[in-house]
């Protein structure tokens, strides 16, 4: 296992600001200074940061649903952002990292959580979980468009569509979207193709887990049920 794949699965942080903290001569691997990202460790290396030694079995896994507001941005590497979303988690002395993201005009639910392992499933496109969003649009998508959109489109050099699209407003611009790649701001790309805008978006449901009625801003645990649910491919 590489290092920084090692220390993400630790809860430590995100594997971008892994790599950071092994450049910033924080890691050191059997009692010697690690400073190579890619170092690959086999199972009798002992790792510590800052003299305290890392075990992946005593890390207490935490997973939280939140139901991220807009105005807020997902990624806590950005430091020029004054509203983070896991800084509305209150959790002492536990590192959170986004399972995925919301851009910061999206709301709804994003899960958080300190198992690296976890994470990677339920984000890496070729597990296939399901995203679902509700979509509402500036004008009606046509027939051809939503053909379109789940046949697929190229948008700076990447093939993006949709999983499914339903109508799910009478007499509305609205619709659930099901999406399974998690490319960024792709259900803004995808309708901005058909010359429509975007007037709302949130995100519902990850797997089989749905967002409920969880409150904007307002966030609570996973229970080992609620866990696998978001892994369900459905």
Not at 2 to 27: M, N, P, W, Y
Not at 69 to 76: D, I, K, L, N, T
Not at 208 to 214: M, N, P, V
């Amino acid at each position: 296992m590489h290092l920084t794949k090692f220390l993400s699965l630790c809860g430590i942080a995100s594997r971008r600001k892994c790599v950071e903290i092994i450049k910033d001569s924080q890691i050191r691997v059997n009692g010697a200074l690690v400073l190579e990202p890619g170092f690959r460790l086999v199972r009798s290396d002992r790792v510590s940061l800052g003299g305290r030694e890392l075990r992946l079995s005593e890390m207490e896994k935490v997973y939280v649903m939140l139901n991220k507001p807009r105005g807020y941005v997902c990624s806590s590497a950005d430091r020029f952002s004054e509203k983070l979303a896991v800084n509305l988690i209150k959790i002492p002395e536990v590192r959170l990292f986004s399972a995925g993201r919301l851009d910061k005009e999206s709301e709804g639910l994003i899960i958080f959580s300190n198992d690296g392992g976890y994470v990677a499933t339920l984000t890496h496109p070729r597990h296939g979980i399901s995203k679902k969003y509700e979509v509402l649009t500036d004008r009606a998508l046509g027939k051809e468009d939503v053909a379109i959109l789940l046949s697929g489109i190229r948008d700076d050099n990447e093939t993006l569509k949709a999983a499914n699209i339903s109508n799910i407003g009478v007499g509305a611009n609205r619709y659930l979207f099901i999406m399974k790649e998690g490319r960024k701001r792709e259900i803004r790309r995808l309708v901005a193709h058909t010359g429509a805008k975007v007037l709302h978006l949130k995100r519902i449901g990850i797997g089989t887990l749905e967002i409920g009625d969880l409150k904007a801003g307002q966030w609570r645990f996973l229970d080992k049920n609620e866990i696998a649910s978001s892994l369900e491919r459905d």
